[in-house]
């Protein structure tokens, strides 16, 4: 995969902060969305797909992103088919702040050292290059205005940024709420960002859909309740939200 090319969960994160206050909008919806853009971006990739619910690695050769090749190592890693609620409910500890951090390297923001009541010691991101948020921001509001089907990546950074709540962030008040419901229409555009943007929604909500059992065969008797499956190892069906250090989250 070229660099040349901003990943989703880069263009989510650029969406996501505030050029005046250096701040993240709905920072703790956005690890998860964060967690979400990375299958999406695997998946524009060849590397995995979607298998029902679940997330299946068809292609494990490295993509050339160190923080996307991590994310599908430890996909592969499973052996098995992952549902992406589980994947995305998992622990993502730094996630943010390892995009923040790259974005910094490539020049995208600067950090700003600061406090938070005079003691702790906090970091803010200011965008280097507005024209980059811009540009981000445009395609979405083509999206919307036109209402032309929007490209695969367009699509599901549209149902990523709806599924976190930066619709009132992006299109705030009553005036913005005829965006926000195209913004969210727009959905409909990538099945892979729809899976995605869904199960971000249902760990926010905290609704953890169980698979459907197929029907007692005739003349046998239907099988009792089962107990739900449990996640993977290390991956909890709700998400654990943990403060992130030097970064304020607001």
């Known amino acids: 995969m070229g660099r040349s090319r901003r990943t989703i969960p880069e263009e989510l994160l650029l969406l996501a902060l505030d050029p005046t206050t250096g701040t993240t909008a709905q920072p703790q919806s956005l690890d998860l969305g964060l967690a979400g853009a990375q299958l999406v971006e695997l998946a524009l990739a060849g590397r995995i797909a979607p298998d029902g619910d679940r997330i299946a690695v068809v292609a494990p050769r490295p993509t050339g992103d160190p923080t996307l090749d991590s994310a599908l190592e430890l996909l592969r890693r499973r052996g098995a088919p992952v549902r992406a609620v589980h994947w995305i409910g998992g622990p993502r500890l730094g996630l943010r702040q390892t995009y923040l951090s790259h974005l910094e390297r490539c020049g995208m923001v600067h950090a700003v050292p600061g406090q938070m009541c005079g003691v702790l010691p906090t970091t803010r991101y200011q965008a280097t290059d507005t024209a980059i948020s811009r540009e981000i921001r ?5 999206a919307i205005r036109t209402g032309v089907p929007p490209d695969p990546r367009t699509a599901a950074l549209a149902a990523l940024a709806h599924a976190v709540g930066l619709g009132k962030h992006l299109y705030p008040g009553n005036e913005g709420r005829s965006s926000r419901s195209r913004l969210r229409d727009l959905i409909r555009h990538d099945p892979m960002g729809g899976l995605v ?12 859909a169980q698979p459907r059992r197929s029907p007692a065969p005739a003349g046998r008797p239907a099988a009792g309740p089962r107990p739900a499956p449990e996640p993977a190892r290390g991956v909890p069906m709700q998400p654990r939200h943990g403060s992130m250090a030097r970064v304020v989250a607001h």
Do not use: C, I, K, Y
Request: overall charge negative.
């Open 197 to 208: 943007a869904h199960a971000v929604m249902d760990v926010q909500n905290g609704a953890v």
């Open 138 to 142: 445009s395609r979405l509001d083509s």
